[in-house]
Antibody, heavy 120, light 107 residues
Framework: QVQLVESGGGVVQPGTSLRLSCAASGFTFGSFGMHWVRQAPGKGLDWVAVISNDEIDTYYGDSVKGRFTISRDNSKNTVYLQMHSLRTEDTAVYYC?????????????WGQGTLVTVSS | EIVLTQSPDFQSVTPKEKVIITCRASQSIGSSLHWFQQKPHQSPKLLIKYASRPFSGVPSRFSGSGSGTDFNLTISSLEAEDVATYYCHQSSTLPRTFGQGTKVDIK
């Protein structure tokens, strides 16, 4: 079955960097786009970024554009989110989710999330 | 960016009661509207895709309708396990967006 496992979260100071990983299994990873979505404590869902199955296309939400980079390694069945210049408002649980297409579909399966806390 | 507005924000209902949640898009999105359920301390789970198509394994009491700008999620007979926050989500354009959520509780 489809499984997505995020890792890499933790407590970091404002202005620093962090890289999240999402390990996928149970499907042909290289055939599907991947998303990152976040959820601040007690708040709603905030879409962050998407990457196409072939790594050619990416798109970011306005709140992270220029600071976050989504990438993937199809040989390792893993998608990454590199986060720079972290702000307190980036504190959230970060979920990865599978796209139903190579790019441009909708998210069907989600991981359990990893918590990022940005605090001094 | 497409804005999705859900109503109500909160609904408290008795077991077996019918629940209807509405999602309105700021511009037409065809049928590219999906519904997720998020139970406390869990990740979101897909319920309905493309406005009206139930996802695999979803109980038949959940149904969706609508197109263009106005969409509904209906729970025909609420069960205790349906206590959750429900989100609509559009995949018509980038950036993807979500509604603010509707919390459903048991009276």
């Amino acid at each position: 079955q489809v499984q997505l496992v995020e890792s890499g979260g933790g407590v970091v100071q404002p202005g620093t960097s962090l890289r999240l990983s999402c390990a996928a299994s149970g499907f042909t990873f290289g055939s599907f786009g991947m998303h990152w979505v976040r959820q601040a404590p007690g708040k709603g869902l905030d879409w962050v970024a998407v990457i196409s199955n072939d790594e050619i296309d990416t798109y970011y939400g306005d709140s992270v554009k220029g600071r976050f980079t989504i990438s993937r390694d199809n040989s390792k069945n893993t998608v990454y989110l590199q986060m720079h210049s972290l702000r307190t408002e980036d504190t959230a649980v970060y979920y990865c989710a599978r796209d139903t297409l190579g790019y441009g579909g909708m998210s069907d399966y989600w991981g359990q999330g990893t918590l990022v806390t940005v605090s001094s | 960016e497409i804005v999705l507005t859900q109503s109500p924000d909160f609904q408290s209902v008795t077991p077996k009661e019918k629940v209807i949640i509405t999602c309105r898009a700021s511009q037409s999105i065809g049928s590219s509207l999906h519904w997720f359920q998020q139970k406390p301390h869990q990740s979101p789970k897909l319920l309905i895709k493309y406005a009206s198509r139930p996802f695999s394994g979803v109980p038949s009491r959940f149904s969706g309708s609508g197109s263009g700008t106005d969409f509904n999620l209906t729970i025909s007979s609420l069960e205790a396990e349906d206590v959750a926050t429900y989100y609509c989500h559009q995949s018509s354009t980038l950036p993807r967006t979500f509604g603010q959520g509707t919390k459903v509780d048991i009276k």
